[in-house]
Each structure stands twice: as C-alpha cells, then as structure tokens.
C-alpha cells in the first residue's frame, strides 16, 4: 500500500463464487484486479473506492447456455464506527458496486448492502447483513431483470 498526502492507495486481485439457483445458476465465477483507494480514512471512519477489471463466468441449468465476458467493476464502501456497547465498537458499514460488461450497452449489475456489527459479549459479537443484487447481465437478455436477494445473517457464537 502507497501512502501520498493522507491517501492510501493499493492493488487488489479478486477470485469471487455465486449460486443462485433461483435464477437457474449453478455457478457464476469472478476472477481480476485493479486498484483502490481510500480517500477518507481515519480511527472513526473510512471510504474505500476501487476499480477492477474481471472476467465472468456464468453456468446455468438445463439449456440455457453458459455465458463467459469480461467486465468493468467499480465498488464503494463507506464504514463508520458507532458508540461503543461494553466498551466494544458497534460498526456499520455499507457498500455498492456497479458492474457494466464490455460490448453489452443493455446489461448491468447492481450490488448493494449493509452490516451492522455488535458485540454481544467480551468474546461472541454478531453481523448483521443485508445485501441486494439486481442483475441484467448477457444471459438474461431478453428475460429482464433478475429477482433481487436479500439476506439476513446470524453467526453462531465463538
């Protein structure tokens, strides 16, 4: 990580897996890189921006042919720490991400969420995370937009 004038900048590679079975995927598989930054970072808050380059690909059930392309990703995450409970940090954190593939002027995917960490205890804390996807990729020309998701996590305790 480079440091200039208070601004951290950074190279990242990302490999991501998905199934979404209620969109007839089995599979959807992300690999690239590219470069972020933070343009506000401190003890209470911080901003990350990036920007990747990845390549896709979708695997489907039935007949619906795979689909491999290469893509633009452009991601933001805003993280701010709350008033403490027990002397612990409660954090919330939101996050978005716009990806446009290459040579497809109709397709895009949004990717939106929040998590809420609290502390519990000295020793178990739990997330709390939402999290959408909206989804007009290659594939789904055509069908429309894909459902969104939506879920909501409770880790075990440590």
């Known amino acids: 990580m480079l440091r200039a004038h208070g ?13 979404d079975s209620s969109d007839q995927m089995y599979l959807e598989q992300d690999y690239g890189g590219g470069i972020g930054f933070y343009p506000v970072r401190s003890d209470r808050q ?11 690909s979708e695997h489907f059930y039935g007949y619906v042919p795979s689909a491999s392309f290469a893509a ?9 720490k709350l008033p403490e ?19 497809q002027s109709n397709s895009r995917q949004l990717i939106g969420g ?26 789904l020309q055509g069908i429309g937009w894909s459902q969104a998701l939506s879920k909501i996590q409770l880790p075990a305790p440590k």
Not at 7 to 19: D, E, K, M, P, T
């Open 46 to 56: 911080s901003l990350e921006l990036t920007g990747d380059l990845i390549h896709v």
């Open 7 to 19: 601004i951290s900048v950074y190279l990242n590679a990302l490999a991501i897996g998905y199934r």
């Open 114 to 139: 929040a998590t809420v960490s609290m502390p519990i205890t000295a020793s178990w804390s739990t997330n709390l995370n939402f999290k959408t996807i909206t989804s007009r990729m290659p594939r």
């Open 85 to 103: 409970i027990n002397k612990l940090p409660v954090t919330l954190s939101e996050h978005f991400a716009f990806v446009p593939p290459f040579n």
């Open 72 to 80: 633009a990703a452009l991601r933001e995450k805003y993280t701010i």
